[in-house]
Antibody, heavy 118, light 111 residues
Framework: EVQLVESGGGLVQPGGSLRLSCAAS????????MNWVRQAPGKGLEWVSYISSSGSTIYYADSVKGRFTISRDNAKNSLYLQMNDLRAEDTAVYYC???????????WGRGTLVSVSS | QSALTQPASVSGSPGQSITIFCTGT?????????VSWYQQHPGKAPKLMIY???NRPSGVSDRFSGSKSGHTASLTISGLQAEDEADYYC???????????FGGGTELTVL
């Protein structure tokens, strides 16, 4: 089955860190660009970060630049998001999403909830 | 405030057609044919419904169609069904540096 499964979310204090993972299966992970997209409770979707299939090209939203790091391990069919210096406004469900090469996301995971609160 | 503007809500009766509009700028919707639409049911992940303005992925009903005129894209759902009740988001590539922007979402109610 073609799927993405996120993990690693949880409750963290402001200023803390978390590392999210996304396990891919059912397709050739190394051939696809990947993204992280988040959704704050009751709010809309917000693109967070992009990584090319090889990992050589990376982009971030201004809201997370300098605090979040995207990476991937094609041998393990996995995508990661290292989140540092977390803020209350980072509270959201984080989705990993497969990129089509034409800036649309054709496969999404179920998401993992990150809550930043003291 | 979202980069792309959508109405907060729309509604229609079963069998009717509705259209959701998504307004951007020349840096996104107006400048590129990289507009996509996503359907999201409560508590679920988004699902791609339309890509590159008007293309439907395999498995998506042909009741869903997309188009664009100038800086405004639109999603039309014909023959409304109860299962279409969901939130809908438009998205576009943008040259502003953010790369991808979303609309604020539109809640569709099937009366």
């Amino acid at each position: 089955e073609v799927q993405l499964v996120e993990s690693g979310g949880g409750l963290v204090q402001p200023g803390g860190s978390l590392r999210l993972s996304c396990a891919a299966s059912g397709f050739t992970f190394s051939s696809y660009e990947m993204n992280w997209v988040r959704q704050a409770p009751g709010k809309g979707l917000e693109w967070v970060s992009y990584i090319s299939s090889s990992g050589s090209t990376i982009y971030y939203a201004d809201s997370v630049k300098g605090r979040f790091t995207i990476s991937r391990d094609n041998a393990k069919n996995s995508l990661y998001l290292q989140m540092n210096d977390l803020r209350a406004e980072d509270t959201a469900v984080y989705y990993c999403a497969r990129d089509s090469l034409e800036w649309y996301f054709d496969l999404w995971g179920r998401g993992t909830l990150v809550s930043v609160s003291s | 405030q979202s980069a792309l503007t959508q109405p907060a809500s729309v509604s229609g009766s079963p069998g009717q057609s509705i259209t959701i509009f998504c307004t951007g700028t020349s840096s996104d919707v107006g400048g590129y044919n990289y507009v996509s639409w996503y359907q999201q049911h409560p508590g679920k992940a988004p699902k791609l419904m339309i890509y590159e303005v008007s293309n439907r992925p395999s498995g998506v009903s042909d009741r869903f169609s997309g188009s664009k005129s100038g800086h405004t894209a639109s999603l039309t759902i014909s023959g409304l069904q109860a299962e279409d009740e969901a939130d809908y988001y438009c998205s576009s590539y943008t040259s502003t540096g953010t790369l991808v922007v979303f609309g604020g979402g539109t809640e569709l109610t099937v009366l």
